[in-house]
């Protein structure tokens, strides 16, 4: 029985960490075509935004810890707005970190997720990203991100034990175009939003507080990390 564990053990891993095959490069483009059109049309970006949300708070709140803050909870609301709480110093290098990670982690993680899929590792990217929507989801403390949460997260866990490698692939890849093109759009719409004169807590504001850097330079750095990821992470993709 041991030794039966062990080597299905070791198969499951050389299928997680091994290589699959490129999708042809129709598949490639037409992921990039349904990304489009859910981010593109306001109505649908209403309803999908909230994926961009999920990612955005879950960087909060992974960087928190990684800089030694203690996370107490994470709130996902229908307005798609967020909200992540963590306990420790409220100045210094673990603050600003944790609040500059919101913005930057979709499309980082799209980047991320180009360059697994770019060395084939699909099934790989897909566990990943079941294993944080679950560690996401212990942190969650309202009933609506929790809905979210299971829904995103069974969605992940259906395709990667259930559906063929086809399938895996063209989902994967519209993912990983959608967290980059997906991740442009917050920050243009925060800033417009604090042009007329809303959003005065925003993730920029309170890095300005904290850094006494202008909210500008903080929006610069949104939008340049947002859109260098897109271009390289695109040319991952695209395989060029």
Request: charged residues 10%.
């Amino acid at each position: 029985m041991d030794s039966t564990a062990t080597a299905s053990l070791a198969s499951l891993w050389d299928e997680v960490s091994g290589t699959q095959p490129d999708p042809d490069l129709w598949v490639v483009v037409a992921a990039l075509g349904l990304a489009l059109a859910v981010v593109i049309p306001h109505g649908l970006w209403r309803i999908s935004r909230n994926a961009i949300t999920i990612a955005h708070e879950g960087g909060h709140g992974l960087v928190a810890l990684l800089t030694g803050r203690t996370l107490t909870g994470i709130r996902l609301h229908s307005d798609t707005s967020g909200l992540t709480v963590s306990r420790g110093k409220p100045h210094g290098i673990g603050m600003i970190l944790t609040a500059a990670a919101g913005y930057t982690a979709p499309p980082l993680l799209g980047l991320g997720g180009a360059a697994l899929l770019g060395a084939g590792r699909i099934t790989l990217l897909l566990w990943l990203a079941t294993a944080l929507l679950l560690a996401m989801l212990v942190m969650i403390r309202n009933a609506y991100g929790a809905l979210t949460m299971i829904i995103t997260g069974g969605l992940f866990v259906v395709v990667s034990w259930l559906a063929g490698p086809q399938v895996q692939a063209a989902f994967a890849y519209v993912v990983v175009w959608f967290l980059l093109l997906g991740g442009v759009r917050p920050a243009f719409e925060l800033q417009a939003k604090r042009a007329r004169g809303g959003a005065g807590d925003s993730d920029a504001d309170q890095l300005s507080r904290l850094t006494h850097v202008p909210a500008g330079l903080w929006f610069f750095l949104f939008h340049a990390v947002s859109l260098c990821s897109l271009i390289g992470g695109g040319r991952w993709l695209l395989g060029w």
